[in-house]
Nanobody, 124 residues
């Protein structure tokens, strides 16, 4: 049974940094595509960043240059380094994974497995 566990969220002031982590278990092999999404109440889940099996990364325009996604293939863990955080980054952040790696990365329906979410709040 595949499980994803998100952690690392918290409250920070604008300009601060956080590092999110996603640990996994149950995958049959390490060639897994992974991504981070975020969601605020009343809005659809938004793709933040993704990393493919070849290491290729994608970023939403709103976070490019501030966020860095990385993946530990040995442990099948995912990370999101978030710098220069802004109030508009406030959201619940979710780790996502998929074994087929098909579909458009920004669409939540492209991802099969999800973490439980970790809250990020950016406020002065």
């Amino acid at each position: 049974q595949v499980q994803l566990v998100d952690s690392g969220g918290g409250s920070v002031q604008p300009g601060g940094s956080l590092r999110l982590s996603c640990t996994t278990s149950g995958f049959p092999y390490s060639r897994v595509c992974m991504a981070w999404f975020r969601q605020v109440p009343g809005k659809e889940r938004e793709g933040v960043a993704s990393v493919g099996t070849n290491g290729y990364t994608n970023y939403a325009t709103s976070v490019r240059g501030r966020f860095t996604i990385s993946k530990d293939n040995a442990n099948i863990s995912l990370y999101l380094q978030m710098d220069d955080l802004k109030p508009e980054d406030t959201a619940m952040y979710y780790c996502a994974a998929d074994l087929t790696c098909r579909g458009t990365w920004v669409e939540s329906r492209s991802w099969t497995y999800w973490g439980q979410g970790t809250q990020v709040t950016v406020s002065s």
